[in-house]
């Protein structure tokens, strides 16, 4: 596992232009941060990837125009441990007529 | 006061936007209803796609930004294909696009499409303009952004209502980006590098790629080429950058490349790369490809390097500063003789294509008709088996008379692209040459060529099925033709007639007499100097196949020949 960290600046779309880099080959993202970072952004992201990918992704992210930075760094034991400790799924279900929600939008 | 499309139209006249190309619709219209007297030419397509292909032919032949407009929803999305063949193949593009006026965005509201996401991944910038007063500077960035670098797409989606509305304008803006780390190399890094491997080199080089066009470095390149005197090959969208008599000129490289250049490409040492992606079609099987090589590559994008395999020496920058950089330390160098492998990569016994082809008809045509052409002449080539039989047969030393959809490989491209050519070259002669496939991909586009009246010679290699895939079915499905039967096919010479455009049907055994008789020369002739549009069908034999072809996945050496 490899950390990334792209600095950026928030202008529309740079954030998803950065991750559809990833999302193209197919790679997963266990651990995904966006924040901010003095007056720009700085997007985290932890992959599993070899060299010649990274160094692909590296050169896509700085191909994009407002990414000013980008860095490969050890993952931190936070950005691990959010990879591997989901909490529990809470899918999207219907509600019962006798759920409070519908009773809330019914009334 | 200013209408926000008033604004918007004197922005584009401020980046040197006198013509564009476009469809209306509901989203736009305050656009069109401000476009008479804006000093900008609008031209209408029977499409949006042919829209966006006419703007990519204009930005090709020109270098200047081409300029598509489309309203929202299916117009915008109409320009995706474009948009995304721009991007593959480096061409400047701004595409604008009617939105839902902006209390509605993200209600689904009627022809409401997410333009701005739907892009994100085919454009280098793209801006959701969200007030009329980032109308000037929207359009200052994103010509900016289409320029700039390697070229490419942008797109620029704006609201209805800010069209509409009124605002004070103090005028047109440009735009400065914030400066960022540079990772351009500088001449001091690369060039003593760069010398000590041409001097072990036993087996030099030089690949020609789009971007030796695109930085406008073709006199530089020529010099350095003509002083180094290596092997030298282009990609399809080099041909032309390299004048066609040099002597250590070899052709095409690639799938369907000639012999001698995939040889050269394989059995290299040293290949430089002048702007390039080498991508899978000129690499063959990434595994295989040039086995023995060192790989110097020059290159405007660094994203583009390292891609197959990793480069030992990389030169980022524009061409147009590297290679004089380059030139200068090449010229202040002992460099060894490469004489005897010049001799043997350039040899008679590397004939330019398998002799056997040669003889093929519609090969014969093609040199026929490129026989005839003048210098400023342009090619435009659809997609397919006659857009390869065309680039093989390429023979011009202009940079940007071979035009065709190269990195996508975008059926329908050929007939639009060539109104744009057209277009912005008034006095050239355009000839425009697509399949029986493609053409019916943008054929309402007749009628542009008619409204305009472009002498546009398009010239349709009919062979009844979907030749390119057939031929693949033939020679790697065991002939299985599972829909790519095109026997019923319209009569194109009717359909042109429909559209008040000439047309004639020629079979290909003209093709057969050596030389061709004086009736098929003069008819020839009389086609390429119509000052009227005019649509010749070549009845091609349906199982003609190009060649020779490196099948997907094999090694450049391992290419195929007729009857094998």
């Not at chain 1, 760094?73 to 441990?81: D, Q, R």
């Not at chain 2, 070229?151 to 004070?168: H, N, Q, R, S």
């Not at chain 2, 030393?397 to 050929?414: H, K």
């Not at chain 2, 549009?533 to 391992?558: H, I, K, Q, R, T």
Request: proline letters at 6%; aromatic letters at 6%; hydrophobic letters at 45%.
């Amino acid at each position: 596992m490899h950390a990334f960290h792209i600095h950026y600046r928030n202008t529309q779309g740079t954030l998803m232009r950065i991750l559809t880099a990833v999302s193209r080959r197919g790679l997963d993202m266990p651990y995904v941060q966006a924040c901010a970072d003095g007056h720009d952004q700085r997007a985290s992201l932890l992959l599993d990837v070899n060299t010649k990918q990274i160094g692909q992704l590296c050169r896509d992210w700085y191909a994009i125009v407002d990414v000013m930075d980008v860095r490969v760094a050890t993952p931190t034991a936070e950005m691990l441990e959010s990879a591997t400790g989901l909490p529990n799924a809470h899918p999207p279900v219907s509600a019962s007529a006798a759920s409070k929600n519908v009773s809330a939008a019914m009334a | 006061m200013l209408r926000g499309a008033e604004i918007f139209l004197q922005c584009l006249r401020a980046e040197d936007v006198d013509l564009v190309f476009g469809y209306p619709g509901g989203a736009i219209m305050p656009l069109y209803d401000a476009l008479e007297g804006s000093g900008i030419r609008h031209v209408l397509t029977r499409h949006e796609q042919g829209a966006v292909f006419a703007a990519e032919g204009h930005a090709r032949a020109t270098g200047k930004v081409g300029v598509a407009i489309a309203t929202s929803g299916p117009g915008a999305t109409n320009l995706v294909t474009g948009i995304a063949d721009a991007k593959m193949d480096s061409v400047p593009l701004v595409c604008i696009t009617g939105q839902v006026r902006s209390a509605l965005i993200g209600t689904d509201a009627f022809q409401e499409t997410d333009v701005f996401g739907l892009t994100l991944s085919l454009t280098k910038w793209s801006r959701l303009v969200k007030t009329i007063d980032e109308i000037p500077s929207a359009i200052a960035e994103a010509f900016y952004w289409a320029r700039e670098g390697r070229p490419g797409p942008v797109v620029i989606d704006i609201p209805t209502d800010f069209l509409k509305a009124k605002m004070e304008f103090a005028g047109p803006v440009k735009f400065t980006p914030k400066p960022r780390m540079s990772d351009a190399a500088t001449e001091a890094a690369f060039g003593d590098k760069l010398i000590s491997l041409l001097q072990k080199a036993e087996r030099p080089v030089a690949l020609i790629g789009a971007g030796a066009k695109l930085s406008g470095a073709i006199s530089q390149l020529r010099r350095l080429l003509d002083e180094l005197n290596i092997p030298t090959f282009a990609t399809v969208h080099g041909l032309g950058a390299v004048e066609p008599e040099a002597p250590y000129y070899l052709g095409m490289v690639g799938m369907h490349g000639t012999r001698a250049a995939n040889m050269a490409l394989h059995e290299n040492d040293l290949l430089l790369v002048f702007g390039a992606r080498l991508d899978d079609r000129v690499t063959g099987d990434p595994a295989r490809f040039a086995p023995h090589s060192k790989i110097v590559h020059f290159e405007i994008d660094p994203a583009q390097l390292d891609r197959v395999r990793a480069c030992e020496l990389p030169i980022i920058g524009d061409l147009a500063r590297t290679i004089p950089a380059v030139h200068k330390k090449v010229r202040g160098a002992k460099l060894p003789d490469w004489n005897a492998w010049r001799v043997v990569a350039c040899g008679e016994d590397r004939a330019e294509l398998d002799p056997r082809g040669l003889s093929q008809p519609t090969i014969r045509f093609l040199d026929e008709l490129f026989g005839r052409l003048t210098q400023n002449s342009v090619v435009i080539a659809d997609v397919g088996q006659h857009q390869m039989w065309a680039a093989q047969r390429y023979r011009s030393a202009s940079p940007r008379g071979f035009i065709t959809s190269g990195g996508l490989g975008a059926m329908g491209f050929a007939l639009p692209a060539a109104v744009g050519v057209q277009l912005s070259k008034p006095d050239a002669t355009v000839l425009c040459v697509s399949g029986g496939g493609g053409i019916q991909m943008n054929i309402q586009e007749l009628a542009t060529v008619r409204r305009l009246n472009l002498p546009i010679k398009m010239v349709i290699v009919d062979n009844k099925y979907l030749g390119m895939v057939r031929q693949w079915q033939q020679l790697f499905y065991q002939r299985n033709y599972a829909e790519t039967d095109l026997s019923d096919n319209p009569d194109f010479v009717e359909i042109a007639k429909a559209y008040r455009i000439n047309a004639v049907r020629v079979q290909e055994d003209v093709m057969r007499e050596y030389p061709v008789t004086e009736d098929t020369a003069d008819a020839l002739e009389r086609f390429l100097r119509s000052p009227e549009p005019e649509l010749l069908v070549f009845d091609c034999a349906p199982e003609a196949n190009v060649y020779p072809m490196v099948p997907a996945g094999a090694a450049l050496s391992e290419m195929l020949f007729e009857e094998e």
